[in-house]
């Protein structure tokens, strides 16, 4: 059944802005709670890279890519975690994913939403 549920992609011209949002419906509050929580985006032909992440203490890091630009947050009472993607970029253009960081023993992926710079 899904475990994770991610939404909020979409057909962005440069310089946008966009929230992706991800629902874990079927984790618990206390294993949501004990792990650091990550975006990750892909394109075709290259492996996933993890753009952003949040740890159960609430720091967040992000890679040079996206720093200044992206914004993790997470509720855990909603048990969701979010990505708000400002100042869109060509280089952003992906799909986008949510699970564990880091994903060495990651629940099962969702499907991803995608984000697409339109120009």
């Known amino acids: 059944q899904v475990h994770l549920v991610e939404s909020g992609g979409g057909l962005v011209q440069a310089g946008g802005t966009l929230k992706l949002s991800c629902k874990a419906p079927?984790?618990?509050?206390?294993?949501?709670?004990?792990?650091?929580w990550g975006w990750y985006r892909q394109v075709p032909g290259k492996e996933r890279e993890l753009v952003a992440h949040i740890s159960r203490f609430g720091e967040a890091i992000y890679a040079d890519s996206v720093k200044g630009r992206f914004t993790i947050s997470k509720d855990s009472t909603r048990k969701m975690v979010y990505l708000q993607i400002s100042s869109l970029k060509s280089d952003d253009t992906a799909d986008y994913y949510c699970n564990f960081a880091p994903p060495s023993h990651p629940l099962p992926w969702g499907k991803g939403t995608q984000v697409t710079d339109t120009s």
């Open positions: 079927r984790t618990i509050t206390s294993v949501f709670n004990g792990n650091a």
